[in-house]
């Protein structure tokens, strides 16, 4: 039963912290920390030191320079910390003595821990005035409750605990769809939404945000429409912006994905399950409990589809801030998962966040997800994606599909509650919890890669934190200036340069590997896995490309070997010359490399190729080799020495022609097989060969069969080359 005073201890809480300490004391001038140096810290006399008949000597002070000012605050912003030898050649550089230097980064470091106290002072002050008129609002609701039964007054010890705390929730999601609402009502040119008051409150399977019921005024029963199938591509190509009607029903799916994957990602067992023995942190959803916590969601699943869901944490060398960005803008996540997520469109904003930031950011969009192989097709969603900011500082960003908002076209695949939540750690650090929970029809996948797929390497959360963590590494390695790179590369510049262009050198191959509806793969001969592939595409006016006409061709097979093996042979130059046909058995040298990771593997190297061919005597490589728990690719790409040159010294790399080819090798999923980095257990591999040649340089030239010819030998013989040098090394 209530009591009437059950607030007391809220109101404890609240007076504690109206309480803080916050006076002029702690409120110390910038101005003074930026002009004081060491001579104005003064110890005062003792009592037996001082002569009463002679007055105080009055301080003095000395003021930086607005020179010395800049440097210091230059210095200060790459090390806060100084050591003696770093103050001593400050000071000397600046004409001041080292303990002046020590006493101003001293005034410095106080300044700023005092400026970030007062902006913690201010937003403690503002989360007590929420709390205390949430408080109010409370008292105010239960003096007017009703008796559930009889409809008549009710007295707070009528009202049972579970009954009271489900009123609470309820009425937060309530301030929570109208807060959203009126944001979203900014955008899309109508009046805020006044919602109905919510229902009396029964068990929590009547939760008046269970999306199932917004479905049903709507006349559909979500799960249903996905009873025929269209050709590759159309969803995404069919699929226009929301229509005003529509706007409210997103906003609704939008708050309560965002409850659900807070839920997923704190919740233990018996939502998620241990699934493996050896490793407590692979765990499996269990989908009866699912069921159960969730009973509507975005409606039951729909024939022939099965059910994925999978959850990983990592901590990663990126600040929160940088990482909301990426996932809220749609050519920096693109860019950042290419392996993953092959195109990405916004159809519409319905909110930009408030304060400045994407706090409260609602934005619908389409997007396509990949595994580098043309045997696995690519997975088209419609979503809607909300970012949010909790009360304990902590960002969520969440994507739902938005599916059963159409009615004329169908899906593959349905995203359920997905996405992840990042946690400021100290250092620019920050942890990050991902969930990626799926409704799939998976049946065109090729048999060689179903393990695979179904082992949650291949599209799920594992996948996305590997890549995250792996591409951190590699803009930490950008901006890091003490790694070296050998004599060829010999400025910082230089160096930014070779990394932005082996970038794109990746990006390009990631995005002509894969099964995307952006191009169409023609098989040469039979149905077999390790069959060749090929697609052409003209390059017209595109100054990262050749001009001409392009063939790509790909295949894919399966090697008994760890994926590890397969990844350190092909990037290895002493063993190039064993598959690469084009170096015609010359040596190949490496000019300079570039660790962008903590695994030795991670790397940017600049190879030439000593061939016994005067045409392509010294020829110059661009290879990058990148390796995670999930695969790893070797790529490179022929590049011309004047350019090269141009780049080397710092120039602009996007002029430059490139035509990558190279390796994605991937765990076959197997039990055994669950980690490409893990080279001592038994396992295969799954291994896509891709090439790219230009045929002709006259964009307006046919393609002759003599050229698909050619460029079918030359992989099927690289193939060939392959297999013998690993499966005899295996032997």
Known sequence: MFQHNMFDSHNFLLEMTRKTPENELDLIRDD??????????M???????????????KKQYHRHTQHQIQELESFFKECPHPDDKQRKDLGKRLGLEPLQVKFWFQNKRTQMKSQHERHENTQLRNENEKLRAENIRYKEALTTATCPNCGGPATIGEMSFDEQHLRIENARLREEIDRISGIAAKYVGKPMLNYPQLPSLGPPTRSPLDLGITAANLGHQLGEIFTTSTSAGDLLR???????????????LAVAAMEELIRLAQTGEPLWIQSSENNPNEVLLNEEEYARTFPRGIGPKSLGFKSEASRESAVVIMNYVNLVEILMDVNQWTNFFTGIVSKATIL??????????????????????????PLVPTRENYFVRYCKQHADGAWAVVDVSLDNLRSTSVSRCRRRPSGC????????YSKVTWI???????????SIYRPLVDSGLAFGAKRWVATLERICERLASVMASNIPTGDVITSPEGRKSMLKLAERMVMSFCAGVGASTAHTWTTLSGSGADDVRVMTRKSIDDPGRPPGIVLSAATSFWLPVPTKRIFDFLRDENSRNEWD???NGGLVQEMAHIANGR????????????????????????????????????IYAPVDIAAMNVVLSGGDPDYVALLPSGFAILPDGSSNASSAENTNVAGGSLLTVAFQILVDSVPTAKLSLGSVATVNSLIKCTVERIKAAIQGENA
């Open 421 to 428: 939540i990042i946690q400021e750690l100290p250092n620019g």
């Open 348 to 373: 519409e904003v319905l909110s930009t966040g408030v304060a400045g930031n994407y706090n409260g950011a609602l934005q619908v969009m389409t997007a396509e997800f990949q595994v580098p192989t």
């Open 581 to 583: 046909i084009l170096s």
């Open 436 to 446: 990626e929970h799926v409704e799939v029809d998976d049946r065109a996948v090729h």
């Open 43 to 57: 110890e005062a006399p003792s009592g037996d030191d001082q002569d009463p008949n002679k007055r105080p000597k």
């Open 599 to 634: 695994d030795s593997g991670n790397s940017v190297s600049l190879l030439r190729v000593n061939s016994g061919n005067s045409t392509q005597n010294n020829m110059l490589i661009l290879q990058e080799s990148c390796l995670d728990s999930t695969g790893c690719y070797v």
């Open 32 to 41: 003074e920390f930026e002009s004081k140096s060491g001579t104005d810290i």
């Open 238 to 252: 069919s699929i226009s912006g929301p229509t005003d009607a529509d706007k409210p029903i997103i906003i609704e």
